[in-house]
């Protein structure tokens, strides 16, 4: 190469220009376009989500009525599940980092690679246009449950038609990680020297792959039926609304594990950087990324225990939910056998990787709550639900997000950001969190329905605290991002390697050159945590 080692050409200073990024097929360019846009969008979801605490804060109709509330939290939840959670950490980090962690160019199929950036921003504006077209966005909750959604005068047609073309840029997404993975790895780096990260994307891709096609099928049936009268889920045709919310959770529960999986890979990369230690058990948490996405297509049946379903099903669907909890223990058991007697640095990307630990443990032990058969009639569309959903989403794969952004910070941009500044904003975010989500547990066990826009006078004060929650968690994103963006500009300029990493990306330059690799990558013999 013509540069010099200390000063290769960054992948910023290859083209100028609006059209060179947009129309840019360099992997790290569509890795930050994609990041741009779901903050975007995540941002859109939070207003949302504040309205919604807000018009909760007192019994009665507060902000908005029964109708607009049905609208604001299912644009919410589209935005949240289809246009954050499920393509944050593939397709930003995925594609920013997995060709380089695992010592190549880039991903097998470029071009393809920008079409899915492309059809993400394709359904995403369709999805925003329904506050603007038509009779308003859709009032059916973000599962756009039959028969309702075919009934309803929203538009629920182009929001469903949205979350179409957001499943084909998923798709795009996992076989392109597929293919690279399998096929573009450095030479002498093995399966067992991949990253964790790497192994979490893999598991995700085949979920993708495999499963998104169903909710595909799903939702053109929702929009055939709206539109010639099919009667494939209305009951009052000869449909059956049963065979809708079975279509539906096949793909729906896989896909909390394309939301949570790569979220814990990024777990896995940001302790051993910080405990300055080997990852504990490194083949034990590859393997239960695998079998995380195995199990998880089987598990879809503890959405409907009150739906109708006969004893034997929803038995072995039970046992089959307690099943999915050992591989994730196992994970959570190594992360934590990883800290022990290490040398620990505690900085931004670790505190949120432990918030993440703690969130995703209250997660999933209220996940065994409700997938137990006798507490799940109980709980079962209450607020124990919504606070279970949040803990493991945004409290797991929202914290790892954030934990990655600051950990890899410094290799994307080139910048250091402001450490202290940093920690408060976490502190900010983690007692907000709790606050607004923990006495949502407490509320689903006195018995609060979910999805209601009013309450009964005995939930006014823990609906207080929850919202008051809300407005700590806001403040703390917003000075997370304020700090981010202003060390983007001002922050220290940061060395290849700050925290000390071990894999490939850290060999690279900050920001990586246009070629990702600017000498030929050394893969450790040890593995890709050898800390020696």
Not at 338 to 352: C, D, Q
């Amino acid at each position: 190469m013509s540069e010099t080692l200390s000063q290769p050409v960054s992948f910023y200073q290859a083209k100028k220009g609006l059209f060179s990024w947009i129309f840019s097929t360099d992997h790290k360019r569509i890795g930050l376009l994609y990041f741009y846009a779901i903050i975007s969008f995540f941002l859109v979801a939070m207003v949302l989500g504040f309205l919604m605490r807000l018009e909760l804060i007192s019994p009665g109709e507060t902000i908005m009525g029964a109708k607009t509330y049905n609208q604001v939290f299912t644009l919410h939840g589209v935005i949240m599940i289809f246009l954050f959670l499920i393509p944050s950490v593939p397709a930003f980090f995925g594609n920013f980092f997995l060709p380089i962690m695992i010592g190549t160019d880039d991903v097998a199929f470029p071009k393809v690679n920008l079409l899915s950036w492309w059809l993400y921003v394709l359904g995403g504006l369709f999805a925003l246009s329904t506050l603007v077209v038509g009779d308003g966005p859709a009032d059916t909750g973000w599962t756009f449950y039959a028969p309702y959604s075919v009934t309803t005068g929203t538009n629920v047609s182009l929001a469903v038609l949205a979350a179409f073309i957001l499943g084909f840029s998923s798709i795009l997404t996992g076989l392109n990680f597929i293919v690279t993975i399998h096929r573009l790895r450095a030479p002498k780096m093995g399966w067992f020297k991949m990253p964790l990260f790497a192994w979490s994307l893999y598991a995700t891709a085949w979920i993708q792959l495999l499963a998104t096609p169903i909710i595909g099928i799903t939702l053109l049936m929702i929009i055939a039926e709206r539109a010639f009268g099919l009667g494939l889920f209305d009951p009052a045709l000869g449909g059956d609304p049963i065979l809708y919310q079975h279509l539906f959770w096949i793909y729906s529960h896989p896909a909390v594990y394309i939301m949570v999986l790569p979220a814990m890979g990024l777990i896995s990369e940001i302790i051993p950087t910080f405990s300055h230690r080997t990852i504990f058990g490194y083949k034990a948490i590859a393997y239960s990324s695998l079998a995380i996405a195995f199990i998880g297509y089987f598990v879809w049946g503890h959405h409907m225990f009150t739906s109708g379903m006969s004893g034997p099903a929803r038995i072995i669907f039970s046992i089959l939910t307690f099943l999915v909890a050992v591989p994730s223990a196992i994970k959570v058991f190594n992360w934590v056998a990883t800290l022990y007697k290490g040398s620990i640095e505690v900085k931004a990307p670790l505190l949120y990787a432990l918030a993440f630990i703690f969130q995703f443990l209250i997660g999933g032990l209220t996940g065994l709550v409700i997938g137990a058969l006798a507490t799940d009639i109980h709980l079962h569309d209450t607020y124990f639900v919504v606070g279970h959903f949040h803990y493991v989403m945004f409290g797991g794969a929202g914290f790892a997000f954030f934990g990655a952004l600051h950990y890899w910070f410094p290799k994307i941009y080139g910048r250091m950001y402001n450490e202290l500044r940093a920690k408060i904003a976490f502190t900010f975010l983690f007692v907000g969190f709790n606050i607004l989500y923990f006495p949502m547990l407490i509320l689903g066990i006195m018995g609060m329905p979910r999805r209601y826009y009013d309450y009964l006078a005995e939930f006014t004060t823990l609906n207080v605290i929850s919202t008051v929650g809300s407005w700590i968690m806001i403040l703390g994103i917003i000075m997370m991002l304020v700090n981010l963006i202003v060390s983007r500009r001002k922050g220290k300029i940061a060395e290849r390697n700050p925290w000390g990493g071990t894999t490939l990306e850290w060999q690279t330059a900050s920001p990586p050159s246009l070629h990702n690799f600017d000498t030929e990558p050394i893969i450790p013999e040890g593995g890709p945590y050898d800390h020696n």
